[in-house]
């Protein structure tokens, strides 16, 4: 599945992972596919900020947390890498993201900020803290789309099926996160749609590719090189 760079992303709204201008899409499938623009998919997201940048402690269980738009995911001078997570007690969702963020693993961390996007908040401390916090990684904020706008519309609304589970590949990454703690209780019908990642770069996103049908993602060299162009 092919990420993209461009300075103005239009992607079809069936598969918004397969990034590109129309002119690389076949004609038929252009004709009859609407097109979307990615800034403006996630500039009119309505979140719901459980962490803020720098906000390691999380919101006051007393205080409502903040209701924004999507764009918070701009709002940022550094480059922002954006997780959209399936769900956030699953071992293969929290797998990438610490490969990424391990310090032995990316030089680059200071340069970048993360945003995490999930459909709910189960588990949402914990994740935090096994992905990030444990690996001295505080420069993250979290956000919820509970009407996962941004799954549907950025990244197609494509559900995984249970048959995927007997893949080889997909074995094959169980057992590469087999010590990655993990939470079942979040197993809902919010958790169906797959998620994946997206940059921003200059106000504007230029790479998205959708988490595959193995539940792989981008590996942590080639978030690299895209962070780094």
């Keep these: 599945m092919e990420g993209c760079k461009t300075d103005k992303l239009m992607v079809e709204s ?5 990034c590109g201008t129309p002119s690389n899409q076949g004609f038929f499938r252009r004709l009859f596919t609407p097109q979307i623009d990615l800034n403006d998919a996630i500039r009119t997201l309505n979140l719901v900020e459980l962490v803020g ?3 390691k402690d999380g919101f006051d269980p007393n205080e409502c947390p903040a209701s924004v738009s999507g764009e918070a995911v701009f709002d940022c001078e550094k480059v922002t890498l954006v997780y959209v997570v399936r769900r956030l ?3 293969l969702c929290r797998g990438p993201i610490i490969d990424f963020v391990r310090e032995e693993n990316n030089k680059s961390l200071r340069d970048v900020r993360i945003v995490v996007i999930s459909s709910q908040n189960e588990n949402w401390e914990d994740f935090l803290t096994v992905c990030f916090f ?4 505080t ?3 979290l956000y919820i789309d509970a009407e996962e706008k941004i799954k ?3 990244f197609g609304g494509k559900p995984w099926k249970p048959i995927w589970l007997l893949k080889l590949s997909v074995l094959r990454s169980m057992m590469v996160y087999k010590d990655v703690p993990r939470k079942s209780n979040d197993m809902t019908d919010k958790t169906n749609l797959l998620g994946g990642e997206i940059i921003v770069r ?3 996103v230029n790479f998205a ?5 193995d539940f792989s993602h981008t590996p942590s060299k080639e978030l690299n090189k895209f962070l780094s162009m």
């Excluded at 444990?134 to 990684?137: E, I, L, T």
């Design 14 to 18: 069936e598969c918004a992972s397969e």
């Design 134 to 137: 444990d690996n001295n990684f």
């Design 209 to 213: 590719r959708r988490e595959g049908r």
């Design 139 to 141: 420069d993250v904020s």
């Design 152 to 154: 549907k519309e950025v």
């Design 202 to 204: 200059d106000k504007n």
């Design 89 to 91: 007690g699953c071992p």
């Design 53 to 55: 940048p720098l906000d």
